[in-house]
């Protein structure tokens, strides 16, 4: 799996995966021109995102017939140090809570976004000369 982020003009990226794009910018505040989501909120979309596909998923190998689910992280920022001190991740759909409870705790295992943040894996940076 691979993704490509392009700098196009001032603290504008374009990321591409596979056949898509995303235009990502900062806010004004942070000195862009907010013509995107900022990659602290592509980040909290990654885990949002990945977290509902794990809930469905979940739900589905135990036959559990989900009519609605939506996932919402909230980041608190730690802007001294540059990272999240915490994350929250809240569940909200209309199954029982002793049923959304159980895929919660079942759909924790097959989040891929999730399982990475919380061991923390390691990352690599390497550079390359551009051909251009």
């Not at 910018?25 to 990659?39: K, L, V, W």
């Not at 980040?43 to 596909?53: G, I, M, N, V, Y």
Request: proline content about 4%; hydrophobic content about 40%; some cysteine.
């Amino acid at each position: 799996m691979e993704v490509q982020a392009v700098w196009k003009k001032s603290y504008q990226v374009e990321v591409k995966a596979r056949q898509f794009q995303v235009p990502i910018d900062e806010a004004p505040e942070f000195h862009g021109e907010d013509t995107g989501m900022m990659p602290t909120e592509l980040f909290l979309c990654s885990l949002a995102s990945c977290f509902c596909l794990a809930l469905v998923f979940v739900a589905k190998k135990k036959r559990i017939e989900v009519n609605d689910m939506c996932v919402n992280v909230k980041g608190k920022k730690d802007l001294k140090n540059f990272l999240f001190s915490s994350l929250i991740v809240e569940v909200e759909s209309s199954l029982s809570p002793q049923t959304l409870e159980g895929v919660i705790s079942l759909a924790k295992k097959y989040c891929f976004v999730s399982n990475t943040v919380s061991k923390s894996c390691p990352i690599e940076y390497i550079a390359v000369q551009s051909r251009s």
